[in-house]
């Protein structure tokens, strides 16, 4: 397998994408669920390309700091770069940016697990 490169994907908040609407809170700014699905969405950009067939990742640790609001209508910046492999472990730096402004909205790390996708379902 070769090394993941850096990958960086960009979202605008909706009103879908809110702690009111997820649940994880009452206003109308960008809830940390989505902003997690995002940044995990960004260490899978990273992974996919350098799988082999019939292989997929699955997270299995999550350290983040959410670290200031995004208004709904807000550009977001996610961003994954491998940070450290091991077989089949991989661990991942993240970041989020508010697109406008640069500010760090996210930090921190995500760890993703390579499996064979059918023999990972077949033990369900």
């Known amino acids: 397998m070769s090394h993941p490169e ?62 200031a609001a995004s208004p709904v209508g807000a550009g977001v910046e996610v961003s994954a770069s491998s940070a450290y492999e091991d077989g089949r472990l991989h661990r991942f730096t993240v970041s989020a940016r508010d697109t406008a402004s640069g500010k760090v909205l996210a930090a921190g790390e995500i760890t993703r697990v390579v499996v064979d996708a059918e023999r990972f379902l077949a033990r369900l």
């Open 6 to 67: 850096p990958a960086t994907l960009t979202f605008v908040v909706g009103d879908d994408d809110t702690a009111e609407a997820l649940g994880s809170g009452s206003l109308p700014v960008l809830g940390t669920p989505r902003l997690l699905a995002w940044l995990e969405a960004a260490t899978c950009a990273c992974l996919d390309p350098v799988l082999a067939e019939g292989q997929t990742s699955v997270g299995t640790r999550v350290q983040v700091e959410h670290l």
